[in-house]
């Protein structure tokens, strides 16, 4: 599959993401995602792998996403979201119009733009700031909330200027 970065910016794939998000209607009414019903939306599915996780594309709308044995169901959700973000910015919209700007000293672009498209998809923005806000910056009560791990909270919060 293609591996050339996508030319959105960062911004762009965070909105990209929500987009894709709520147009599957993912979200419950806390915000989480639903990250299976939205694999099988797609025409997508899971499946245990014994390597590292991976996207597999047969063609567009028809993949298969591996995980790897014996991880968490939180680890297991940011790695869906993650192949997603391959799915998505690197498979169906390689090297869109839209200007490029991912920084030049980024060791692997593709990588960083699906964790950022990983992201947005599990934390969407309003949301997240609304449940940073009432839950006053506690990283493991939001951790639950969005079924993400304590880390991945950190750095969404730290993204959108909260911490
Ligand atoms: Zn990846």
Redesign the pocket.
């Known amino acids: 599959m293609t591996r050339e970065p996508s030319r959105l910016t960062n911004a762009a794939i965070r909105q990209y993401a929500e987009r894709v998000g709520e147009h599957h209607e993912i979200y419950d009414r806390a915000g989480t995602a639903d990250l299976h019903d939205l694999v099988r939306r797609l025409g997508g599915r899971l499946a245990i792998g014994d390597s590292k996780?991976s996207?597999h594309v047969n063609a567009p709308g028809d993949f298969v996403i591996y995980l790897p044995r014996l991880t968490s169901s939180r680890r297991d959700r940011f790695t869906i979201a993650?192949?997603l973000?391959?799915y998505f910015l690197h498979y169906l919209h390689p090297g869109s119009e839209t200007a490029a700007s991912f920084g030049r000293g980024e060791r692997n672009p593709?990588?960083t733009q699906?964790n950022v498209f990983a992201s947005s998809l599990l934390m969407p923005e309003r949301v997240f700031r609304e449940a940073w806000r009432l839950k006053d910056g506690d990283v493991h009560a939001l951790a639950r909330q969005f079924e993400v791990s304590p880390a991945a909270v950190a750095v969404r919060a730290q993204v959108l200027g909260l911490s």
């Open positions: 996780e996207l993650h192949e973000g391959h593709v990588e699906a």
